[in-house]
């Protein structure tokens, strides 16, 4: 079944697929108005259940958008109006939802729902996040780099603050797609050792950022940390905000990205989030053609 549960449980050459059919799909659409379908709808007569056990808004509504350009209709389910929160197991809920609907995106907090979702569905499932990991979020990266700035191959990103989520699905797209990355931010909040061997490490955030060509950060407190732990994230992570004077040090044409939303002047400043190195918007659209490119790897169309 081609579930996309990740980056690197997913086959490099049809990632590489998926972003040149994302890119192809978005120039495909140029100057339409967003509520109009696609020429091509592949998804016709196709029905796509998004799950939510955490907020959003860029998954949430990208998917519904990206699924009805495509011809198809959604059911977006929060987890608390299903019976996954009260006691259904999540293989009998894959295989009773499986007999509904075409295809399954799952937005949850531990990593082996998604799993056993994908284990017991027979239909594809798409990893919408989880703590573990964000893939849906770095293929819109890796999208928007290359359109700015051509091929990622060889690229030096820095991602600067919390090893979390995302820093690990950008640890396994440096593997996938063979670009340089480096981490830096406090010991504590270090990624998993899971991506060992994936990055490199510099705790100086100056000296880190040195050359970059795309400088990356993301919230200092994420939905799966306790709120508990809000002032102690802040006072580690304080010295890794990306300001000016840290995008001074990447290269001159260095591209800022932030997955959003973002606690502007926390993780980074509003001057670089709204300034000249900044492509957070393009990132934040190009989830919507990303996604596009997914579902249909995911189903064949
Ligand atoms: N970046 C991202 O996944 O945003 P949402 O939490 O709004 O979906
Ligand atoms: N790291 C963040 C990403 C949100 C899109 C979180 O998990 O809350």
Known sequence: MPHFLDIHST????????????????????????????????????????????PSTRTRISFDVGVRQMGGETMVLSGTDMQLGHGETIADTARVISRYVDAIMIRTFEEATLLEMAEFADVPVINGLTNRSHPCQIMA?????????????????????????????FAHAAQAFDFDLTFTGPETLDPEPALDGLYRTVRDPMQAVEGADLVVTDTWVSMHDPQSARERRHNQLRGYQVNAELMARAKPDALFMHCLPAHRDDEATSEVMDGPHSVIFDEAENRLHAQKAILRHCLGV
Do not use: C, Q
Not at 29 to 49: K, S, Y
Not at 157 to 167: A, I, K, P, Q, R
């Open 141 to 169: 990266d890796v999208m928007t780099y290359e359109e700015h700035r051509g091929p990622i191959r060889g690229a030096k990103v820095v991602w600067s603050g919390d090893g979390n989520n995302v820093f690990a699905s």
């Open 11 to 54: 086959d490099p050459a049809d990632l590489r697929t998926i972003i040149d059919s994302a890119a192809a799909m978005k120039t495909a659409r140029d100057g339409r108005p967003r509520g109009t379908p696609d020429d091509d709808r592949p998804l016709a007569g196709r029905m796509v259940a998004l799950i939510f056990e955490k």
